[in-house]
């Protein structure tokens, strides 16, 4: 009976292998910055590609994208794409793969590689593994080999390399490419050296790598060795061929002036779904060796606690904060910009007589001299939304050192140029001095005086042209629209604040309490715009020139197929980033959250 029972589970055991077992055996890659040259400048990493489309299955966008009142938008770009790879080459591998209908398992790679010699083109390596799927990946590319003599290409004598058969071919416009198979994994590239490469070293090749290169080691380390997807480009490299390459000196000129000669690379981590309320995390580092210099050191951000100020409106759906020194900045660019145009540099010294017989106000000593270290730009939407109005406003506000000497001169300023001979150029409102702005008033000056929401196209014209304007806090000088101005003196005399909204403390909880900069947006208040002007695209309905709508005339989709946004809100949430200057160079983090419960 025993030797019955141990029978039957062993043949148990044998038909589930069967059943379950990949058509060729799977290999256990070593890293991929292992398997690639240390002239590699771009390399994108999908550890475990099953996993990340699993993670993706479990994110509020694959519940958007799978939600039915989308198929019908979704059904229009599925066509279109059907369309584009039909026009494709038929010895396309992309389009090969796509009419397999079948994906990778477990790692995806793609390697671009360059020595930087001159007339070379970069070379790109493809690793992929196949599991169960290899079979297929196998007669997939064996049809596309037979279709590429078909259209005229030609194939290249196979070749054994350390026991793998490398095959090649050419195809009907001379382009050489090269591949293999180890097991499940299939490995493509357009150079023999660089296929021999990664071959050797899956091996146990010991050359060196890209691994062996200590800023990839620490520039991955830092932003974390995510299963899901890593980027890294090699900008040293880059850096050291382009100088190689400069007979003139102008590359090292531009470079020594920027402070760009000691940045070595930017590195990225993706990660899907890392936990239930976050749909997504993005890590990235621009490493810096050494001291930041030039651009890089003038922008450079001061990490410190977060400070609302009082006349952020919990109206606002996005607020971004920097902590950079506006009067070093001030300084620093305008040094470099007289080193490159002394011509322009003259405007950033510009100084003006006083019409009341004092001093001049110049620029520099009397209005950048009492700037902070904070900038603020805060948005919030103007709805109900309409073609006839800006449908976002925006105010800028800069710390400021001493209010009473800065207001001083933005007076004399304000009132002797574009304020001059017009008593209605400013006003009092709750014990602020609203400093008005107007395009009649920039006209006067020589600047630009037509309206900015006229179409070219159908001459839509708002009702009254937008009216710019600013004003003093003990904090900070605020400027926007008049309008925008106005609900932030408002907002200070109200009470309220942006910190009691339910959506800005859930998204600053997921950034550190200090930071040198940055960005808290509630989605989905933002895409419901986004949305409006994706339905005005309907019947060709015409709309005020934006960035967004100048983009949207490109898209040749029927968004009348959207349905309406109420449907779909539920999927949009939250987005909290922020950037630190650190020892390495500067750190960015960036978190998508799901909306935090009423």
């Not at 009976?1 to 141990?6: A, E, K, P, T």
């Not at 379950?20 to 990493?45: C, E, Q």
């Not at 600047?447 to 900015?452: D, E």
């Not at 983009?551 to 989709?557: F, Y």
Request: charged share 20%; hydrophobic share 40%; aromatic share 8%.
């Amino acid at each position: 009976m025993n030797s019955l029972r141990l029978k039957t589970a062993l043949l148990f055991i044998c038909i589930l292998a069967l059943l379950f077992a990949n058509s060729a055996s799977a290999i256990k890659l070593p890293p991929t910055g292992r398997l690639v040259s240390p002239d590699t400048v771009l390399l994108i990493d999908i550890e475990n590609f099953s996993q990340l489309k699993s993670q993706f299955e479990s994110t509020s966008y694959n519940k958007l994208y799978k939600d039915p009142s989308m198929q019908p938008f979704f059904a229009q770009i599925k066509e279109k794409i059907q369309e584009s790879v039909k026009e494709m080459d038929e010895n396309n591998l992309l389009r090969a793969l796509y009419d397999a209908e079948i994906m990778p398992k477990q790692r995806l790679s793609l390697a671009v590689s360059y020595k930087g010699q001159e007339g070379e083109e970069p070379s790109v390596l493809l690793i992929s593994q196949w599991g169960q799927e290899t079979d297929k990946i196998k007669d997939t590319i064996t049809k596309a080999m037979e279709k590429n003599i078909e259209l005229g290409g030609r194939r290249i004598p196979n070749e054994d390399f350390q026991g793998v058969t490398i095959e090649g071919g050419v195809d009907e416009i001379d382009t050489s490419f090269y591949y293999c198979f180890i097991d499940d994994c299939f490995i493509e590239s357009f150079s023999l050296e660089q296929l021999k490469y990664t071959i050797a070293h899956i091996r146990g090749a010991s050359s060196e790598s890209l691994a062996d290169d200590t800023d990839y080691t620490n520039a991955m380390s830092a932003v974390g060795r995510s299963n899901d997807m890593t980027v890294y480009v090699n900008i040293k490299h880059l850096i050291k061929t382009a100088l190689a390459n400069d007979t003139q000196g102008m590359a090292q000129m531009m470079m020594a002036s920027l402070g760009f000669n000691n940045i070595t690379a930017l590195a990225a981590s993706l990660d899907l779904a890392p936990e239930p309320t976050k749909p997504a995390i993005l890590k990235a580092l621009l490493k810096i060796n050494g001291s930041k210099k030039g651009l890089l050191s003038t922008l450079e951000p001061q990490t410190k606690p977060m400070n609302m100020p009082r006349f952020i409106s919990p109206q606002n759906n996005q607020i971004s904060i920097m902590n950079i020194d506006v009067k070093k900045v001030y300084n620093e660019l305008a040094g470099m910009i007289m080193m490159f145009n002394p011509m322009v540099a003259k405007v950033l010294y510009y100084e003006h007589q006083n019409p009341e017989g004092g001093p001049p106000v110049r620029i520099k000593e009397n209005v950048m001299e009492y700037m902070g270290s904070e900038v603020i730009i805060s948005q919030n939407l103007n709805k109900p939304f309409s073609k006839t109005k800006p449908p976002m406003e925006y105010i800028v506000a800069i710390a400021t050192s001493n209010r009473t000497a800065l207001e001083k001169s933005l007076s004399i300023l304000h009132g002797s140029t574009i304020g001059r001979n017009n008593p209605d150029s400013k006003r009092e409102l709750l014990g602020h001095t609203l400093y008005i702005i107007s395009a009649q008033g920039l006209s006067m000056m020589g600047g630009p005086g037509a309206n900015p929401m006229e179409n070219a196209e159908t001459k839509m014209q708002s009702p009254a042209p937008l009216t710019m304007a600013f004003t003093l806090t003990d904090t900070h000088l605020i400027f926007g629209l008049e309008s925008s101005v106005e609900n932030a003196i408002r907002t200070i005399q109200s009470g309220e604040s942006l910190q009691n909204t339910r959506w800005f403390n859930q998204a600053k909880s997921a950034i550190p309490s200090a930071t040198g900069a940055l960005d808290l947006k509630d989605i989905r208040a933002s895409m419901e715009l986004v949305w409006w002007m994706f339905k005005q695209q309907k019947d060709g309905a015409k709309t005020a020139v934006t960035p967004e709508t100048m983009i949207l005339k490109e898209v040749d989709l029927d968004f009348s197929l959207l349905p309406e946004y109420d449907k779909v809100s539920k999927y949009f949430g939250l987005a909290a980033s922020y950037l630190n200057s650190t020892e390495d160079g500067y750190y960015m983090e960036m978190v998508a959250l799901d909306q935090p419960p009423k």
